[in-house]
């Protein structure tokens, strides 16, 4: 049994750091220490619970910060696992890009966010940020439905009753939120039959960078009925380690 373990961790964690490639023991779970400790700074400090955008927790007021008083959302409150950068960037394009064993890492994350949230309670519905079907056939899969169906809830189940409609192009290939709000609009529908109404549901994606998809995604799960929306994302992009 020793022996299948090992050789299993072997197939699953090689002797190299996923992220910089340094050799690292069996024990180091995929990274060395460097990476781990780039990764712990990557996902400390403050958020506000409305748009997920660094900030201090004194800077709160009535659950939201002074930089979305003025934004609107079509979602009620985010939780994310850290910010877009150094080892959580390189790990979420590896994880986007083949490397679906580092689900662990990052579902352990995501659990923590979620658990940590003002939401977690409410929620009725996991529901990852579809793919559409021909980007999903390239890829293989959709690596927020993989989030996804590995959170820890005593009551919410995974739906896949959105979905994405039209193909569009990459959101981080647009230079403004409204051209990206552009690019999404009327890119998704939920099925018939769904049962969203008055329902409270969680969308699961992997990065929110002006929050355009998730507001989109939002607002077609509020014109089914959905009662509230929050949303889950490992990363927030555009903010930096402070």
């Known amino acids: 049994m020793t022996l299948i373990k090992h050789a299993v961790n072997q197939l699953l964690w090689p002797a190299v750091c996923i992220v ?48 979305c008083r003025a934004e609107k959302f079509h979602f009620d409150a985010i939780a994310r696992s850290g910010i877009y950068t150094k080892a959580m960037q390189q790990m979420i394009l590896a994880f986007k890009n083949g490397k679906t064993e580092l689900d662990h890492i ?60 039209r193909y569009t192009k990459s959101q981080p290939s647009m230079a403004s939120f409204t051209q990206r709000a552009r690019n999404v609009r009327d890119a998704f529908a939920v099925r018939r039959g769904h049962k969203f109404a008055g329902r409270n549901i969680c969308l699961v994606d992997d990065i929110k960078t002006s929050g355009a998809t998730l507001n989109e995604c939002a607002k077609v799960l509020k014109d089914a009925g959905a009662s509230r929306v929050f949303a889950l994302v490992l990363a927030v992009a555009g903010q930096t380690i402070s």
């Open 106 to 165: 990052l579902t352990f994350l995501a659990n923590s966010a979620l658990q940590n949230s003002s939401f977690y309670n409410n929620i009725d519905i996991f529901i990852p940020v579809p793919l559409h079907w021909l980007k999903r056939l390239i890829r293989g899969y959709n690596q927020s439905f993989i989030t996804a169906r590995n959170l820890n809830h005593p009551k919410a189940k995974v739906s896949t009753d959105l979905v994405r409609v």
């Open 20 to 67: 910089c490639k340094r050799s690292i023991s069996e024990d180091d779970n995929g990274l060395c220490r460097d990476c781990w400790q780039e990764m712990l700074a990557c996902t400390s400090g403050d958020y506000c619970p409305r748009c997920g955008r660094n900030v201090s927790g004194y800077s709160i007021i009535e659950g939201i910060c002074a930089n």
